[in-house]
């Protein structure tokens, strides 16, 4: 498990470095793209603004460049998901007969292919045994800052179909927003927490 925290200011700028480069930003100068180069002995360090976001070779394509982004910020998104996995196990109370999924490999999968920067945490039913409510939950985490949208539904055999458990659920807790990652998965996990206590069909909380 890697043990240091994700660096934030990194990711914020080697996003936006990436961005600057990709899509269509594709043929922008890399000083439009507020990127600058230094070399040193064998050696290209790359900065947006004031941050260093890779260290390249002598020679180097645009795309080696972006493929250098985002090798760096995979590593610091899995840093993000330890943090965030650590607090879950701790802070968050399942409803009996659910899983929590991090859907990690598929996200880093998109983030190479596409640069995708969302990350799907789901809590879904584990399949084991017949419960008396199914809870589909889905945290949708962004990997350029810590923030997230929280979707949140549940049903049991007096419910018409599937329920809101947000709707009443002021801004900031279904769009939640932190100073780090691991406040993000609290924020989120109390979120939850009560969100299942009041279901009011239903004893969900293992």
């Known amino acids: 498990m890697l043990q240091t925290a994700p660096n934030i200011a990194y990711l914020k700028a080697a996003w936006a470095a990436f961005a600057g480069i990709s899509g269509a930003n594709a043929t922008q100068s890399y000083e439009a793209a507020g990127l600058s180069f230094t070399r040193i002995n064998h050696s290209t360090l790359v900065r947006k603004n004031d941050v260093q976001v890779s260290t390249m070779p002598l020679h180097y394509t645009r795309h080696e460049l972006r493929v250098g982004f985002l090798g760096r910020i995979e590593n610091e998104v899995r840093k993000a998901v330890s943090e965030m996995d650590a607090v879950f196990w701790r802070d968050l109370c399942l ?112």
């Open 95 to 206: 409803p009996e007969g659910h899983r929590l999924v991090i859907e990690l490999e598929e996200c880093l999968r998109m983030l190479r292919r596409r640069g995708n920067r969302s990350l799907s945490i789901l809590i879904q039913p584990d399949g084991t045994a017949a419960t008396e409510a199914c809870v589909r939950v889905e945290m949708r985490v962004f990997l350029d800052s810590p923030r997230a949208c929280v979707f949140a539904h549940a049903a049991d055999a007096t419910t018409n179909g599937f329920v809101d458990l947000l709707e009443e659920a002021p801004k900031r807790a279904r769009l939640p927003r932190a100073r780090d990652y691991a406040e993000l998965a609290r924020q989120m996990s109390a979120t939850l927490n009560e969100a299942f206590a009041a279901f009011p069909r239903a004893q969900l909380a293992a």
